[in-house]
């Protein structure tokens, strides 16, 4: 199967793992002003201060492909978790930002790390005094001429002097209490993934000793395969571990899940380093993207991947805009939907495909549509009740938004919001059942109740004996687009 994946999940929690509830509640947690005022008014529901909410589900096995098309849908991984922020009512606006060689401008920050680095490697000056920085020829002539640096891709396997590293980073640099930090979570965040086995341990000794000469030359393939997979590239210096990139090679791109250095070496700004590494790593293995994971704009700990330049996704649109250029129409901080003309009020219909375009003569309309007196809200609720007479869903045509603004004492789980941008509108799906094209989008999927020991059921989305899934594969619609169900067999696990 391509996708094994559990029912949809909306989670609201008290706790976002990225600012960690620090940013200026008066000023940076809003997504639209119209908001903030409703809160500073004390009108419900929006009288509360705003929510960790996230659009997830536990995700099985599935195939790099798909994987990368979730990350194109602002979807990223914490192991075998997927996961997004719900951009309108999350305290922070985390945006998928990619980049590549020609989309990175060199700065004179980057070139004293680099150099700093070679300094450090090889005892002597980066060979390219008088001539201007290239920082590919820079990294990978050092690295090749040094035997006191090296590093080895290999499987995300767990070993102990792996979880040692990550244990001292965290207790260091996070501050994370030590007793917190176990092996078991170790292993759930950074060594399991969705991906199967044939993309990670099955892989031959050869395999691997092949991919570690990335450095050589252009390595799109290896004996005829493509270079896909999760892997650990380890980096030691005197033979000691003191980092580790934990990545995912995807058909057309590379993506980072996390980076762990050692303290110890704070001085070589290994985080940046491996920025800069791994831009390079992508173009060597052909690949044409390296995804940073989210960019924040009001948060330190991710605001700093603006450094490497690149693109960051509109999700209403599926399109990649220069963050150069974004900033130079709208706050980077709020909610970001762009569109020609300037009345826009109602959701656009969700690409099949992702776009880059220039942002010129764009207008942010999110506060049309989203805002508290957008135009998405009221139309949403009679386009729901549309659906439940239709199809029978009562899910639709009882539910209300008005719990998701409120601040949750614990995780608590919903159904997915009838609005929430990046999600396929209710609109759309209402056209798409009304042509008949909903039996033919999920025409290779499975149902399988795992608490039975019985062979898993086609889903017919027409069949009234399916009637009761059709929730469960309209959000996963909603959530990843029609695309994904493109001759792609998917197994809903219930």
Not at 233 to 262: G, H, Q, R, T
Not at 347 to 367: F, G, Y
Not at 370 to 393: D, M, N, P, T, W
Not at 469 to 484: E, N, P, Q
């Amino acid at each position: 199967m391509d996708l094994v994946i559990g029912e949809p999940l909306y989670i609201l929690g008290r706790d976002c793992g990225y600012c960690h509830g620090k940013k200026d509640k008066s000023k940076k947690s809003y997504s639209l002003q119209s908001y903030e005022e409703a809160y500073r008014a004390g009108a419900r529901p929006f009288d509360e201060y705003p929510n960790s909410s996230t659009i997830c589900c536990h995700v099985y096995s599935c195939t790099p492909e798909i994987y990368e098309l979730m990350l194109n849908r602002g979807f990223r991984r914490s192991g075998s978790f997927l996961y997004r922020p719900d951009l309108l009512r999350n305290c922070c606006r985390l945006y998928t930002i990619r980049s590549n060689s020609n989309l990175l401008k060199v700065n004179k920050e980057h070139r004293h790390n680099v150099n700093r680095f070679v300094r450090f490697i090889t005892g002597q000056e980066a060979r390219n005094k008088n001539k201007p920085f290239d920082l590919k020829t820079v990294l990978l002539s050092a690295e090749t001429r040094t035997t006191s640096f090296r590093t080895i891709i290999g499987p995300p396997n767990f070993h102990p002097e792996k979880y040692a590293l990550y244990k001292k980073y965290q207790t260091t640099i996070h501050n994370d209490d030590p007793c917190e930090v176990s092996q078991n979570g170790f292993k759930r965040f950074l060594c399991q993934s969705f991906f199967p086995e044939q993309y990670s341990d099955s892989r031959s000794p050869e395999y691997w000793t092949k991919l570690n000469r990335w450095r050589e030359s252009l390595l799109t393939e290896i004996d005829g395969e493509q270079v896909e997979g999760p892997v650990h590239e380890c980096y030691y210096i005197e033979d000691k571990l003191v980092a580790i990139a934990v990545l995912d090679i995807l058909p057309n791109s590379v993506s980072s899940v996390y980076f762990i250095w050692d303290p110890d070496y704070a001085h070589l700004g290994l985080g940046t380093l491996s920025a800069l590494r791994e831009l390079v790593l992508t173009e060597q293995l052909g690949k044409e993207y390296y995804y940073l994971g989210y960019y924040a704009d009001d948060c330190h700990k991710m605001k700093y991947k603006a450094k490497f330049g690149g693109e960051i996704l509109d999700l209403t649109t599926l399109t990649f805009y220069r963050i150069d250029e974004l900033k130079t129409v709208t706050d980077c901080s709020g909610l970001i939907s762009l569109s020609e003309s300037e009345s826009a009020s109602s959701e656009p219909a969700v690409s099949l495909t992702i776009k880059r375009s220039p942002v010129n003569h764009m207008i942010n309309v999110a506060e049309n549509i989203y805002g508290v007196q957008g135009g998405s809200f009221s139309a949403s609720r009679k386009v729901a009740q549309e659906i439940s007479g239709i199809l029978g869903l009562s899910e639709f045509g009882d539910q209300t938004d008005e719990e998701l603004w409120k601040r949750a004492e614990g995780s608590t789980i919903y159904a997915l919001p009838l609005v929430s941008p990046g999600l396929i509108p209710l609109w759309q799906i209402r056209d798409w059942v009304a042509n008949g094209a909903m039996r033919d989008i999920f025409s290779y999927c499975l149902v399988l109740d795992h608490t039975k020991s019985q062979h898993g059921q086609l889903f017919d989305f027409s069949n009234k004996k399916s009637a009761d899934f059709r929730k469960s594969f309209i959000d996963l619609l909603r959530m990843f687009g029609a695309k994904l169900f493109e001759n792609a067999k998917i197994v809903l696990l219930v």
